[in-house]
């Protein structure tokens, strides 16, 4: 697929067919958050590819809402920063996810993100903690999102141009 026509199809999806991914094409996946811009080239991300049905059943219930659709899902992408190696660690983590997802459009996969960072699990637990203590990751990362990716059961259509936000696209000066 050419690179403007991903952009303009990809589409946040949340229901998803019961089709496996390809180990190539999460190799794939996986290498295009390799290759995500990285401040400094610190290379602050870690990734996670989760296929294990009981794990992503664990993985959406990481928040209360906006999360579930990952059960659905075939694979999960759990995208963690360090912030111990970049100042900028969440801003890598959030490039190296839309990466991600573009590669995903452009092998024929569908995805959707759901936020973790700043999330709560319950009145004492981050979703952050949650995941790590799912996971196995150390505390001190910080989970910022998880990436839902599989073969689509529900299609959506691109947006037209009219129905973009183009007044909040500015030149030279707001």
Known sequence: ???F???RKRRSIRQFTNQPVEKEKIEQIL???LRAPSAMAKRSVDVIAVTDR???QKLAKAKPVGADFIAGAALAMVVISDPEKSGPAIEDATIAAFSMQLAAQALGLSS???HIRGA???????SCNY???ELGIPYRLAVECVIA????AEERRAYKPNELASNQLHYERF
Do not use: K
């Open 1 to 3: 697929m050419e690179f």
């Open 5 to 7: 026509e991903v952009v």
């Open 31 to 33: 290498d295009a958050a």
């Open 54 to 56: 009981a794990t992503l």
């Open 112 to 114: 959707c993100w759901a």
């Open 120 to 126: 709560e699990y319950d009145a004492e637990h981050s």
């Open 131 to 133: 995941i790590c203590r």
């Open 149 to 152: 990716i599989g073969y689509a």
